[in-house]
């Protein structure tokens, strides 16, 4: 994503009507607009390997998952474009938006150079105001890395998975996640581009 907005200080109605009519996809937060960039190689192997990953583990679940084409509605300030979103129970849908997804239970974003900042601060805060969000998951591009934030009774649990021999429990969508197999494809030593 592109690290400056390109629209400031525009009506949320105003950013949904830009974004339903553009084939490029906008997030929104507070009044600033900001257009979504190509992702790198690393970035889309990843991305791919989550869905595929999500998709096996939740096949018999309660849970479903969805790519990166959902717009989250977070409040009528806050709309963002999540990797990967899983939903354990019934999905909810903005009657007027039907893309607006409104009850994540965990969200997914693969950091890069450009976006590291908003995804470990901005959007962390943000995505915990979401009152169904049990699991916020930010996957580092460059090394084996996974940052979880998980909704505990008492506030929120940061913790961090590092190497390809480290398994991540999603407890509350009733899976795990290997980073081997997260990570499969995905060539460390190759430049980004």
């Known amino acids: 994503m592109s690290a400056q907005p390109s629209h400031s200080h525009i009506s949320p109605e105003d950013y949904l009507i830009l974004d339903e009519a553009s084939e490029t996809r906008y997030e929104y937060l507070n009044g600033e607009v900001y257009a979504m960039s190509g992702g790198t190689p690393k970035h889309s192997r990843i991305t791919h390997n989550i869905n595929g990953l999500m998709f096996i583990a939740l096949r018999q679940s309660p849970c479903k998952g969805y790519e990166s084409n959902i717009r989250l509605q977070i409040s009528k300030k806050e709309y963002l474009y999540p990797d990967f979103t899983a939903v354990c129970g019934k999905a909810e849908f903005d009657e007027a ?10 969200v997914v974003e693969v950091v890069s150079d450009t976006s590291e900042h908003r995804d470990h601060f901005i959007k962390l805060n943000v995505y915990r105001s979401i009152e169904s969000l049990r699991i916020y998951m930010i996957v580092e591009q460059t090394t084996p890395k996974v940052t979880l934030h ?21 407890d509350a969508i009733g899976t795990t996640l290997n980073l081997s197999e997260l990570y499969e494809t995905v060539d460390f030593d190759e430049e980004q581009s």
């Open 97 to 106: 938006y039907p893309n607006n997804l409104k009850n994540p239970t965990m």
């Open 150 to 170: 998980l909704r505990q009774d008492n506030g929120w649990l940061y913790q961090v998975y590092e190497g390809l021999d480290a398994v991540v429990p999603l």
